[in-house]
């Protein structure tokens, strides 16, 4: 028999129990909604895990294919950069279509532009026309800004206390489907389109269209309540361009908001910046390729696997602590790799995984301060526009990088990061020191 509070289905209570029928107290509606939120938390995980293999197994792949359809590296790497592109370019329309209607219709729409976005990946394998191609990662990145989307969809219904811990977690199960994607679409995958008589790079895709479908499944079948739904955060979404004046409106306004924003755009600006060009400059080095893709699997421990701990202790020390600490790391790493030659690997190993771990630190405590910050419709606005930053200027890092180390080097880029990675510490110090500036002037 279902639990039903406020009219919504939170699911079958536990093996043995019947709901008991009584008006509910304050207490007894507390306990609801602690029960609603762990569903809400294993169904996001449960969505989270395929839907992240499916982006990260057809992202793995796409540079491969575009470059054998067009025999040209650059318009392969083009179709990579696509999927950022996607993923910008569906974060405000995702976060309108929640605010007005709620976290499920937002997800499930974006896992289903993935579907889409892979098979007509799948086409263009087949056709070997490469506009399909890019059009097919532009909707696989809209499956990607649902994934985005999720770890404020698990803050939702969490206590203020326990909002870090929610994100972090949500952000440690995307592990699980970035590092068994690429594993599953050069194998299986491959040899899955192979039995079938389509191309091998068509395979990625094929399973990528199955994972978004299972994804969306979930999502449909068990995220009920809706989490927005019941914390009361649904409202007019506006038209888009209402919403992006609106949700930059309520940015401008709002010091706390700024420095969210500003540091998940710095994170995410040195993350894509080094990684990019790292394998790069260790190919310059004569490494071998096996201990580049080390050096990769180390930076994507350093992004996901410590989340938790990350958000547990943001909700204990606090979020402004955590960006701090979070712009410390990124300039170590940066300067680690940085100074570290080609032909050597340890410091770049220490550097992307700092970098990966201060990348984790900021996303985890800027999305609770978000989360914090802002209430109803105005909050999923504002946090729409604070992944079309992040994913936009992330894209961009990644073109700017390449020129970077063209026209000076490796290590000008490291420095240059490094530059950049002390802004999150140093908007943190001055916040504080303005505040103790006025706390001093109204005593005196």
Not at 80 to 101: C, D, E, Q
Request: with cysteine; aromatic share 4%.
């Amino acid at each position: 028999m279902p639990t039903v509070v406020a009219g919504y289905d939170t699911g079958d209570p536990p093996a043995g129990t019947v709901p008991p029928v009584k008006p509910r107290s304050d207490i007894d509606a507390s306990l609801d909604i602690v029960l609603i939120q762990r569903r809400t938390l294993r169904t996001l995980m449960a969505g989270l895990i395929p839907a992240g293999a499916a982006m990260s197994g057809a992202y793995a792949a796409s540079a491969v294919l575009g470059e054998d359809l067009t025999g040209s590296a650059f318009l392969g790497g083009l179709v990579a950069a696509s999927m950022t592109t996607g993923s910008a370019l569906a974060s405000l329309p995702l976060a309108r279509l929640m605010a007005a209607r709620g976290r499920r219709p937002g997800l499930l729409v974006g896992y289903l532009t993935g579907i889409l976005g892979a098979l007509l990946a799948v086409s263009a394998a087949l056709t070997g026309w490469y506009v399909l191609l890019v059009f097919g990662m532009l909707g696989i990145g809209a499956g990607h800004g649902a994934n985005l989307a999720a770890r404020f969809a698990a803050a939702d219904l969490a206590p203020a206390e326990g909002r870090a811990r929610a994100i972090g977690t949500l952000v440690w199960a995307s592990t699980v489907g970035s590092v068994v994607g690429p594993t599953i679409g050069f194998g299986p995958a491959k040899d899955l389109a192979g039995s079938i008589g389509f191309p091998p790079l068509a395979g990625p895709y094929i399973v990528a269209a199955f994972l978004f479908a299972v994804a969306a499944l979930v999502i449909q079948r068990r995220l009920r309540p809706d989490p927005l739904v019941v914390a009361g955060g649904v409202g007019s979404g506006g038209s888009d361009g209402a919403g992006l004046a609106a949700a930059a409106r309520s940015l401008a306004a709002s010091p706390v908001g700024r420095l969210a924003v500003v540091s998940m755009v710095v994170g995410q600006v040195v993350m894509v910046a080094v990684m990019t060009m790292t394998p790069l400059h260790m190919r310059d080095g004569d490494h071998a390729l096996e201990v580049i893709g080390y050096v990769i699997s180390l930076h994507i421990i350093g992004m996901y696997a410590c989340a938790p701990v990350v958000g547990w202790l943001a909700d204990r020390v606090g979020v402004r602590p955590l960006l701090a600490a979070g712009g410390v790391l990124l300039v170590v790493g940066a300067e680690l790799t940085a100074r570290t030659d080609a032909a050597d690997s340890l410091g770049i190993f220490l550097g992307l995984f700092l970098i990966g771990l201060g990348w984790s630190v900021g996303l985890i405590a800027a999305s609770a301060m978000l989360t914090s910050e802002f209430d109803g419709p105005e909050r999923v606005r504002v946090q729409g526009l604070s992944d079309l930053c992040m994913t936009a200027t992330g894209g961009l890092a990644g073109v700017g990088s390449g020129v970077v180390v063209a026209l000076g080097s490796y290590e000008i880029l490291g420095h240059a990061s490094a530059v950049i990675g002390v802004v999150p510490t140093a908007a943190v110090l001055l916040m504080v020191l303005s505040a103790r500036r006025s706390a001093a002037t109204r005593r005196s």
